[in-house]
């Protein structure tokens, strides 16, 4: 397999993991109305539900992928996410739903994990990097398409095709993995799956201060996009009143983060990471700084321009800090890619779907509970990133244990 099509591979491997998410929002109005659900941020249960069984499952697939390769365990994550997608058709209640996406999230999972492994065992430190940036480009376009996508396939029916449409997509690229990908896992890094040796990985991971550090941050900093998906169709239709509009200002913003990642790996390689993902978070603050300034100082809403300015320079930052803190994280675990993946993983999973889930559900019928979250997640990522680096930005190597 080429670079191009690895890349493309574990792009939408990944990516299947923000379909299941993005596409959802245009029809989580009609699945409350179609299952009695009342309370509008209910609503949101279908995203949180769904990202609580992709963070608890991530735990277990890492250990797993490196005691029986990658292969195996991927496929069945993708068989789950695909029986769980067209299984979700039938469903008689929102609860039932809840469930289903629970389980979707489970098999999920194992396309977070073990793409972030595969790519582990072929490439690291700066090379990671920028494979990962590029990755992020490619993941990044199924935001940019996924709310209109799901807009279209309801123009056909109800919200019962969008989960259609998932399973399809997610046989699709079972078989070119299937077909296409060897196992990655080098014979020397295979460990055994006992309960001594699992603890022992999560030790090696947990005690590490670069890796936790960054984990952390990138946690805090990912709440925040998780808490703008929640309550995005309630800012960008109840507030602005954007209607069938709503899915282009969604892409508009996701490409802009899909820009910000392939400039980051056309730089990361002179620059290195730490400078870039250094600037990225402080430049990340000012403009949530800026932002929270005019929301406070506005009567009424923000003019909308100029939310969708401020927002979408934020984000282009996030483009540049995602992809290299996780890759901060994982430059110093290459040992453990696999139960480190997992580890790193499920706390950035489940740390920002309770961070994301409490600035969704602190709506109000305003955008400040969204953008004063913005603001202190970039406060708490920055402190993270200071004790990770003993207290010295925008420096080449780690500063050291």
């Not at 002179?270 to 978070?281: D, N, T, V, W």
Request: aromatic share 12%; with cysteine; charged share 10%.
């Amino acid at each position: 397999m080429g670079k191009i099509e690895f890349i493309a591979l574990m792009a939408m491997l990944m990516a299947l993991n923000a379909l299941a998410i993005d596409i959802m929002l245009p029809g989580l109005q009609q699945i409350g109305a179609s299952l009695g659900v009342e309370n509008e941020n209910h609503r949101q249960y279908v995203i949180s539900a769904y990202l609580i069984g992709f963070a608890i499952a991530q735990l277990l697939y890492g250990p797993i992928s490196d005691r029986f390769g990658r292969r195996a365990p991927m496929f069945v994550g993708l068989g789950i996410y695909i029986v769980s997608s067209f299984v979700a058709v039938l469903v008689p209640s929102f609860a039932a739903l809840l469930t289903l996406r629970f389980v979707q999230g489970i098999g999920s999972s194992a396309m977070r994990v073990i793409t972030v492994s595969i790519v582990r065992d072929i490439f690291g430190g700066r090379a990671m990097a920028e494979i990962m940036s590029l990755i992020m480009m490619v993941f990044m376009i199924v935001p940019v398409l996924a709310p209109g996508t799901g807009q279209v396939v309801m123009l056909f029916g109800d919200w019962h095709l969008i989960f259609i449409f998932m399973g399809v997509i997610g046989t699709l690229v079972a078989a070119w993995m299937y077909f296409r990908l060897p196992e990655t896992l080098a014979p020397d890094d295979v460990r055994p799956f006992t309960p001594a040796s699992v603890l022992e990985g999560f030790r090696i991971v947990l005690t590490n201060r670069v890796a936790l550090c960054y984990t952390l941050a990138s946690t805090f900093i990912f709440g925040a996009l998780f808490g703008f998906i929640n309550s995005a169709q309630q800012i960008y239709v109840g507030i602005y009143e954007l209607g069938v509009w709503f899915p282009v200002a969604f892409a508009g913003v996701a490409a802009f983060m899909a820009l910000s990642s392939f400039v980051n790996a056309r730089l990361v390689g002179r620059f290195g990471m730490r400078p870039l993902s250094h600037g990225a978070l402080v430049g990340f603050l000012t403009v949530n700084t800026i932002w929270l300034a005019c929301t406070l100082a506005w009567p009424g809403h923000v003019p909308f321009p100029i939310f969708i300015v401020l927002f979408a320079l934020a984000m282009f930052q996030f483009g540049w800090i995602g992809s290299n803190f996780n890759s901060l994280a994982m430059e110093p675990l290459g040992h453990v890619a696999g139960t480190a993946s997992s580890v790193l993983g499920f706390m950035g999973t489940a740390g920002g779907a309770v961070i994301g889930g409490a600035i969704g559900q602190a709506f109000n019928g305003t955008a400040l509970p969204l953008v004063l979250g913005f603001f202190s997640v970039g406060v708490i990522g920055l402190v993270f990133v200071l004790i990770a680096e003993r207290g010295k930005l925008f420096q080449s190597q780690s500063q050291p244990a």
